[in-house]
């Protein structure tokens, strides 16, 4: 595992910003907690005791619950909250989200703490700097923004471009008329309402002659419109889209046009057997909005698809995929590798494991290392919410409903709660994993076996009889097969009932 604490870079927090808007009792009680450096979110809910949420506690800033006066107190002090009900404070990265009852009143507020980090850029600068358009995927909370924000500093800093920020939701650039030093000597356009987006960043493009247009959420058809017709105007874009990976974006029908969009094509005979193809075949639609797509996998880590165009044409024609893995070493220089991955039809061929990331709330971590060590399962524990694969905590906790199971439950992690906090229950626990790791090894085999399968019978060499498989395995692998247009069906009685692709 990197040790993050040797990566390049440094944070800046404005930390004082927020706590001067937060009511005097509260704010004095913060500032004697010891590690506000890691302070996420401080919350204020009318009627219940202000808190405080760190990464690994969470810790009741006052006996006093919070009154509608010290609501109003921190209303006073921030900017307008926009439609999607959520303000700033002017030049800082601190987001303060309301809650409003039936009558539209403010009840409760989220005071999150925004940090510029400087030194992400790193293991992507290359990129960036090459002229290339570059759109960088990731599951929320793996730190996007935070890239894009480095980068808008970067081209407009060290390389003296005409840099535009199109400025949804003041997450990159922050609140008020004046945009946050992060961005450096860029420039932003704030958005007036979300569905405006498409229409700002065209008028970036026809009205201020940009070199280089950075972009937040690339979410709807006409964004992604408006993407293209901005590539096609010769000006770079580096932006984020929904999305965990290339293969989503593509089986997206919104967002696909990123990366060229995929169409039906009816081939003749000759071109056909040629190929050793059906006649009807998925293609490129035509070339990609963004040259490179970068899947950032963990703070740390980034997989990068140089060239997009190739990309997807070897993932529709069910070739071998390569890709570049990027990460930051011990010594905090990027260091890189070449891999060699199965394409989207070739999932199931090959399954590795991997470490499960936890996340621990009232759990003993050294108790739970020794239960895996035992049955022999790795795992990693995370100090990042957003970066685990699963929360473990107790039923007690669980029942309590505390804030940090509340944002696991909103951010669809699962969680797994054990009766109690000792080894037999922790050995359970870790049984449980392991055999969810063996179905998900079926599930990958089957569907592996499925995409063989598809390729026999693009050339011509069905039909083709599949293993027995349970109901919904066979369910998932039928899907498969309609995605590549080719029919599929069930035959047999149960437990050897299995699919015959034609």
Known sequence: MVDKSSLPKVVADDLDALLNVLPPGIRQSLLGQPDNSELLEVVLDLGRPPEARYPQREVILSDSEVTESDIEYVVSRIGVFSGDNRAGIERTLHRVSAIRNREGRIVGLTCRVGR????TVKIIQDLVESGKSVLLLGKPGVGKTTMLREVARVLADDFGKRVIVVDTSNEIAGDGDIPHPAIGHARRMQVPTPTMQHAVMIEAV???????????????????????TIAERGVQLVGTAHGNSLDNLMM?????????????????????????????????????????????????????????????????????????????????EVKRKVMSSPSLSEKGLEHQRQKVRVYLFGVNRSKVQEAAKEKGL?????????????????????????????????????????KSNNLPQLKQFVGDLLLTQKKDVAVTSALGEAARAVRLAKKGKGPVELSPQSAYIRRLQHLLVEQHNLTSYSVGKEPTRRVRVI
């Open 116 to 119: 510029a980090v400087f030194g």
């Open 206 to 228: 026809e009205n201020h002659m940009p070199e280089v247009i950075i972009i937040d959420e690339i979410g709807t058809s006409l964004e992604a419109e408006a993407a293209r």
């Open 252 to 332: 997206n029908p919104t967002l696909c046009d990123l990366v060229g969009g995929i169409q039906s094509v009816t081939l003749g005979d000759e071109e056909a057997r040629r190929r050793h193809t059906q006649k009807s075949i998925l293609e490129r639609k035509a070339p990609p909005t963004f040259d490179v797509v970068v899947e950032i996998r963990e703070r740390s880590k980034v997989v990068v698809h140089p060239d997009v165009g190739r990309a997807v044409d070897a993932i529709l024609r069910g070739e071998t995929l390569e890709t570049e893995v990027r990460w930051f070493g011990e010594d905090g």
């Open 378 to 418: 790795d795992l990693e524990f995370t100090l990042d919410l957003s970066e685990c694969d699963l929360l473990l905590t107790t039923k007690n906790y669980y029942r309590r409903k505390p804030q940090k199971v509340i944002d696991a439950e909103m951010l669809g992690i699962p969680i797994y709660a054990v």
